[in-house]
């Protein structure tokens, strides 16, 4: 495959070196003739390196997108095709490395859910659901603040984040969690009792 990407980088390029796109605004005309002389051929590198034609056409796009919106490097001026096979390999390998973190947490998910739906038998759904709904019940009669401040924590955000969710200062952040968890706790106990773990 890389051989194969090789290959199509190195491949006379028709016109398409004698096409400039230069400055920070390039005319329509000039980026009409670079589109026209490298469309075919970023979308094949791109092809040959997702291996799907589609992206591969979504991701040339994006690269075209690019050289309009932004000023080239000066460097690169010289050689907008170069620039744009640089490019175009370089989003075919992000778009490579994105779908396989999405394919391994997809796994990952799958595997958790099935461990989860086998090893949980109908007594253990039964007591989850109702664990569920006694937290609910103890967080609805907390105070708005406390009941936001502990799922937003249990939520994984940071002290930083919950004081520019809640308008609170950061400082204060600690001691009102320390708070509403010590209000949860009493309050689950005065409903409930100290048989379960909290």
Same mark, same amino acid.
């Given at each position: 495959?890389?051989?194969?990407?090789?290959?199509?980088?190195? =491949?006379? /390029?028709?016109?398409?070196?004698?096409? $400039?796109?230069?400055?920070?605004?390039?005319?329509?005309?000039?980026?009409?003739?670079?589109?026209?002389? $490298?469309?075919?051929?970023?979308? *094949?590198?791109?092809?040959?390196?997702?291996?799907?034609?589609?992206?591969?056409?979504?991701?040339? $796009?994006?690269?075209?997108?690019?050289? #309009?919106?932004? &000023?080239? &490097?000066?460097?690169?001026?010289?050689?907008? &095709?170069?620039?744009? #096979?640089?490019?175009?390999?370089?989003? !075919?390998?992000?778009?490579?490395?994105?779908?396989?973190?999405?394919? /391994?947490?997809?796994?990952? =998910?799958?595997?958790?859910?099935?461990?989860?739906?086998? =090893?949980?038998?109908?007594?253990?759904?039964?007591?989850?659901? @109702?664990?569920? @709904?006694?937290?609910?019940?103890?967080?609805?009669?907390?105070? &708005?603040?406390?009941?936001?401040?502990?799922?937003? /924590?249990?939520?994984?955000? *940071? #002290?930083?984040?919950?004081?520019?969710?809640?308008?609170?200062?950061? !400082?204060?952040? !600690?001691?009102?969690?320390?708070?509403?968890?010590?209000?949860? @706790?009493?309050?689950?106990? @005065?409903? #409930? !009792?100290?048989?379960?773990?909290?």
């Amino acid at each position: 495959m890389l051989q194969n990407v090789i290959e199509e980088v190195c =491949a006379p /390029r028709l016109n398409a070196s004698k096409c $400039n796109v230069t400055g920070k605004n390039p005319t329509r005309e000039r980026f009409e003739q670079v589109f026209l002389a $490298n469309y075919t051929r970023v979308v *094949s590198v791109l092809r040959r390196i997702v291996g799907d034609h589609a992206r591969a056409e979504d991701l040339a $796009n994006e690269v075209f997108l690019r050289l #309009y919106r932004q &000023p080239m &490097p000066t460097d690169a001026i010289e050689n907008v &095709p170069g620039w744009l #096979y640089r490019t175009a390999t370089n989003l !075919g390998i992000d778009a490579l490395r994105a779908s396989a973190r999405r394919y /391994r947490y997809e796994k990952a =998910a799958a595997r958790t859910e099935i461990k989860e739906s086998f =090893a949980e038998s109908a007594l253990d759904q039964s007591l989850r659901l @109702e664990t569920q @709904e006694r937290v609910r019940a103890v967080l609805a009669e907390l105070q &708005p603040v406390q009941a936001q401040l502990l799922l937003l /924590r249990m939520s994984g955000h *940071s #002290y930083k984040e919950l004081a520019e969710m809640l308008d609170l200062e950061i !400082g204060t952040i !600690g001691t009102r969690l320390v708070r509403a968890e010590a209000a949860f @706790e009493e309050r689950y106990v @005065e409903l #409930y !009792g100290r048989e379960e773990k909290l």
